[in-house]
């Protein structure tokens, strides 16, 4: 056993550590890591800080969904950030072991952060679209999904990290790109699902006229925006990452370089994007959606007749950057 991983690592070193060399490469990877160290690092550690400093401030036991999703994202970046220096450590020193330990632990991270974005996506879909259905699985059930979820996305980055392995010093070119495809489209179906329901509610002030236009919707529905083009520009960079390994990895090219291509299609959105997950906990909490029910059917459930002269107002309130649902009788 010992001898096959040995003849491997040989063989992949031939692969994809011929270019130790090359001072273009040398210099690439200097500049993303210092990057990663001196910008992005300290970035993710501050919204870390700042994730548990808000659990520990609260009142309830319970940690909010949102939360537990923005941990598992964070140690997926700070996870990409010691790969990649793994990775930029092994390359420097010729060290073919280290370096295969950072390669496939990106892959990881990178498998992981796709994921948990995804399932983040699909809260806010729920949260928006769904508020009764969201509220209900605030609770205990809710909490189990959460973490069978969670613990699904974890296993299927092992299983995709698997596959890197096995398809070694190839690359699973169509299995990436359709495991990428359908994470794309579920998080344009979710993203389009929140902007149409934020634009068909309308972003007029209540009780104001058409033109009076409530700044913190406004500010909400710009930041999904930016939130959705963000990520699109991240699996894009990715998809073409994918191709390029799968198109010119057995071709007489610069095989670094062709690995760097995965971090610097991607690196322009990573700090973008948590700096707007951080704006999104910020502006989304003073957006309030107002929707007026009269007599209406709600998720198969009938809503009693409104008191004469009264109203029953259903209250969608943006907190952390989710929805809860209350109603009231005016």
Not at 103 to 119: D, E, K, N, R, V
Not at 129 to 153: D, F, Q, W
């Amino acid at each position: 056993m010992q001898a096959n991983h040995s003849q491997l690592f040989s063989t992949n070193s031939s692969d994809y550590l011929t270019c130790s060399d090359g001072i273009l490469m040398f210099i690439s990877l200097y500049i993303y890591n210092t990057l990663n160290i001196l910008v992005f690092l300290p970035l993710y550690a501050l919204v870390f800080w700042k994730s548990f400093q808000r659990w520990r401030n609260q009142t309830t036991g319970t940690t909010s969904h949102s939360d537990i999703f923005t941990y598992c994202i964070i140690s997926m970046e700070i996870l990409g950030v010691l790969a990649s220096n793994l990775f930029y450590f092994g390359f420097n020193k010729n060290v073919s072991l280290v370096n295969m330990v950072g390669y496939f632990s990106l892959h990881f991270a990178y498998a992981g952060q796709t994921l948990f974005h995804c399932l983040t996506c699909m809260e806010r879909h729920l949260a928006v679209c769904h508020p009764i259905t969201y509220r209900a699985l605030r609770r205990a059930g809710g909490v189990k999904v959460r973490n069978i979820s969670i613990g699904c996305a974890w296993l299927l980055c092992l299983a995709l990290t698997g596959s890197t392995f096995l398809y070694f010093p190839d690359f699973p070119t169509v299995m990436s790109l359709v495991a990428l495809g359908l994470t794309l489209l579920i998080v344009c179906f979710c993203s389009l699902s929140v902007l149409r329901a934020l634009v068909h509610l309308g972003l007029r002030k209540v009780g104001g006229t058409q033109k009076q236009i409530d700044q913190s919707k406004m500010r909400a529905l710009h930041t999904v925006m930016a939130i959705m083009i963000t990520q699109v520009l991240r699996f894009c960079g990715l998809a073409v990452s994918i191709v390029i390994f799968g198109s010119l990895a057995s071709r007489d090219v610069n095989i670094c370089l062709l690995q760097l291509s995965v971090p610097l299609l991607c690196l322009p959105t990573n700090p973008i994007k948590k700096k707007i997950l951080d704006l999104t906990k910020n502006c989304l909490q003073t957006f309030m959606v107002h929707v007026t029910v009269s007599r209406s059917d709600l998720h198969g459930k009938t809503i009693r007749p409104d008191p004469p002269g009264g109203l029953v107002r259903y209250h969608q309130v943006f907190t952390g950057g989710f929805v809860t649902c209350k109603k009231e009788f005016q």
